[in-house]
């Protein structure tokens, strides 16, 4: 157990709709990453945060958004879903520090877009 | 469980051998790497990491080597086990507490 924890493990729903998916992070982790997995492009970083500041920026669509809150516990929220929107979507988590500090995952939410 | 990166590459070893997985980097400005471990249904798990400053460091059975020059890294499995087979990723980074640049992956399959 990674002590990272995501919620729903599953997501079904259709074209067009929202959804937010939840992660909290490893106790005294301050630092949130949000990362995408599919068959054909691999684990993609979409989001970073630091206690509650977005901190860097990677392949996120502007359909997408994320945010972290005072309790460091972060929410992913994808709107006007595509087909092409399924995919795994991995929390991960980072202790404070300048020295090695690996990111933790947790076991992620699966999306299918029917 | 589902599968993960369909056509990965796949290495197959005998329960009881050494397993030596590889991996090309893109970034010569990288300075820190990490191997995980992900099993089916499951997320990636922290296997072991390594900074630019070091050439090798070794685990509970596992040893990661680093070569700048050609911008490669390995993760050798010693007596590989069942318990071993899953997909193993690369990833890089700026430091530990930069986004991950992940490689493609390589499935492990131990034949017992």
């Known amino acids: 157990d990674s002590g990272v924890t995501q919620t729903p493990k599953h997501l079904i729903t259709a074209t067009g709709q929202r959804v937010t998916l939840r992660c909290s992070p490893r106790?005294?982790?301050?630092?949130v990453y949000w990362y995408q997995q599919s068959l054909d492009q691999g684990l993609q970083f979409l989001i970073q945060?630091?206690?509650?500041?977005?901190?860097a920026k990677g392949n996120i669509l502007e359909r997408f958004s994320a945010q972290q809150f005072p309790d460091l516990h972060s929410e992913l929220n994808l709107s006007s879903l595509e087909l092409g929107d399924s995919a795994l979507y991995f929390c991960?988590?980072?202790?404070?520090?300048?020295?090695?500090?690996?990111?933790?995952f947790g076991d992620g939410t699966r999306l299918s877009i029917l | 469980g589902e599968s993960v990166g369909l056509h990965l590459p796949t290495l197959s070893v005998q329960e009881g051998d050494n397993s030596i997985i590889n991996c090309a980097y893109s970034?010569?400005?990288?300075?820190?790497f990490i191997w995980y471990k992900q099993e089916s249904g499951k997320g990636p798990q922290f296997i072991i990491d390594?900074?630019?400053?070091?050439d090798k460091r070794q685990g509970q059975r596992v040893t990661v080597l680093l070569n700048k020059t050609v911008k490669h890294l390995s993760l050798q499995i010693a007596a590989t086990q069942p318990g071993d087979s899953a997909v193993y990723f690369c990833a890089e980074a700026y430091s530990g507490n930069t986004p991950l640049v992940f490689g493609k992956g390589t499935r492990l399959s131990v034949i017992a």
């Open positions: 106790s005294g982790d301050l630092s």
């Open positions: 970034n010569s400005a990288s300075d820190y």
């Open positions: 945060y630091y206690n509650g500041e977005e901190r």
């Open positions: 991960a988590s980072s202790a404070p520090g300048q020295s090695n500090q690996p990111q933790h």
């Open positions: 390594i900074r630019s400053n070091m």
